[in-house]
């Protein structure tokens, strides 16, 4: 008789417990090793903001209940990798003991980018990836007045809206000019820019931050501002720090894992070394990276059927960004419409009042794009009407 698959996957977020799916449905003897450095069951880290001024939901964000490892026959072990070896096919882990596997997922995501400000290393500043920090910060916000989130993307502006409904003075401080300047244009991003400050809450756009500053001249004490470019000084009491993120693969070094800003792979999610896969934000599969939720359940699944046997491949389609914060919603994808080029046309409306905006894009009469603000009840049928004439929309 064969000998039993082991694969192992290092990091249990939405890529690892899909990888561990995946292996699953393509093996039903492989024995599977999830393991995981966060002493949670893994949960929906999209919504941890949500724990920011509802710290008592934080059990309700758990992805499955452990009766859904145990009947997929998935061992979960709590432990922190420091190494890979694959000529002795196995990893080292921080307790010193080590894990051997036929096959190996790499599943180790994301951390907060924390960029090289002065100051930035004193306490009162923080960062949000993991539910730890999230539970932590719940706890700061509930004795805090004021917050300064740096950063204006996504998990900075749902950060911000938790913490305002906390009641906390907020400020959001942004160094590009707008808003979610990558997915809208002015318009867009204006009337997104109102809603948010329509909720009390103060956004500072196209704002440099030179320093953080401290309660005194001495480096260790206590954050209790920033100082821009432009010489203004702002004061929060707590400073949240939501400018980017970085991959977690500094245990691969001496790995011989191919890896440039994130992990190498094909669309197959294997690694340069056969054997290894990598999936989710850590991954980058033909140099393309999203950093999305369900692109990591996507990679995860593939990665983790291949992993044990599998032939599955990775499509790389752009997903379309959707979000919903600050109590509207935001749905763009395809083309913005920026240029000016021959054969571009625009069909805009804006409806202020009740904070509408919406954009089609055209090229040669067909639908290269769209943008939505306010009401994305058409997201469905404009998805749909993608890379087809105009006429497909007339009456849907
Ligand atoms: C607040 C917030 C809001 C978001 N909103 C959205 C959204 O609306 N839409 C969307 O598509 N995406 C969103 N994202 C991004 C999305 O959550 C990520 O793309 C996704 O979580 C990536 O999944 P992953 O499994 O690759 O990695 P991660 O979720 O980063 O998980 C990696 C896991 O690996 C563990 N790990 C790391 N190193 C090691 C090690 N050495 N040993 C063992 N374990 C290790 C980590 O502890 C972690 O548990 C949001 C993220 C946050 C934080």
New binding site residues.
């Given amino acids: 008789m064969a000998e039993k698959q082991r694969i192992v996957i290092?990091?249990?977020?939405?890529?690892?417990v899909s990888a561990a799916e995946g292996a699953r449905k393509q093996d039903a003897e492989a024995d599977i090793l999830l393991?995981?450095?966060?002493p949670f069951l893994?949960y929906y880290?999209?919504?941890?903001?949500e724990v920011l001024d509802h710290p008592e939901t934080a059990p309700q964000l758990t992805l499955h209940p452990p009766e859904w490892y145990d009947d997929l026959r998935l061992r979960r072990l709590q432990?922190?990798?420091?190494g890979v070896e694959p000529a002795a096919s196995r990893v080292r882990l921080a307790d010193g003991t080590c894990q051997e596997y036929s096959s190996l997922v790499i599943?180790?995501?994301?951390?907060s980018f924390v960029p090289p400000i002065p100051g930035i290393q004193r306490p009162g500043v923080h960062t949000?990836?993991?539910m730890q920090n999230a539970l932590e910060l719940a706890k700061v916000i509930a004795r805090s007045r004021s917050i300064i989130v740096i950063g204006g993307g996504?998990?900075g502006l749902?950060?911000a809206y938790h913490a305002r409904r906390a009641g906390l003075q907020t400020t959001i401080i942004e160094k590009a000019p707008l808003l979610l300047a990558n997915q809208l244009d002015e318009a867009g991003s204006a009337l997104f820019c109102r809603r948010v400050q329509s909720l009390g809450i103060r956004v500072e756009t196209g704002a440099d931050i030179l320093a953080v500053t401290g309660r005194d001249d001495a480096p260790e004490s206590p954050a209790r501002g920033v100082r821009l470019a432009d010489g203004r000084c702002l004061e929060a009491d707590m400073i949240l720090v939501s400018i980017g993120v970085k991959a977690?693969m500094g245990?691969l070094e001496g790995s011989g894992i191919r890896t440039e800003r994130r992990i190498l792979t094909d669309t197959c999610m294997q690694t340069n070394v056969p054997g290894i896969y990598a999936?989710?934000?850590?991954?980058q599969p033909d140099g393309y990276w999203?950093?999305?939720?369900?692109?990591?359940r996507q990679q995860?699944l593939v990665a983790g059927s291949n992993a044990a046997g599998g032939k599955a491949e990775f499509a790389m389609n752009i997903p379309p960004y959707?979000?919903n914060t600050m109590e509207t919603r935001v749905a763009v994808q395809g083309d913005k419409g920026l240029s000016e080029a021959p054969g571009y046309s625009l069909d805009i409306s804006l409806d202020e009042e009740r904070g509408h905006y919406r954009k089609l894009v055209y090229r040669n009469g067909i639908l290269s794009g769209f943008m939505l603000v306010g009401d994305t009840s058409e997201f469905v049928k404009l998805q749909q009407a993608m890379g087809k004439p105009t006429a497909s929309l007339v009456g849907a």
């Fill in positions: 290092v990091g249990s977020s939405i890529a690892g393991l995981s450095q966060e893994p880290r999209l919504r941890i903001c432990g922190t990798v420091t599943c180790t995501g994301s951390q949000l990836w993991l996504l998990l749902e950060a977690n245990f999936a989710g934000d850590v991954a999203f950093g999305l939720w369900p692109v990591s995860g959707m979000i």
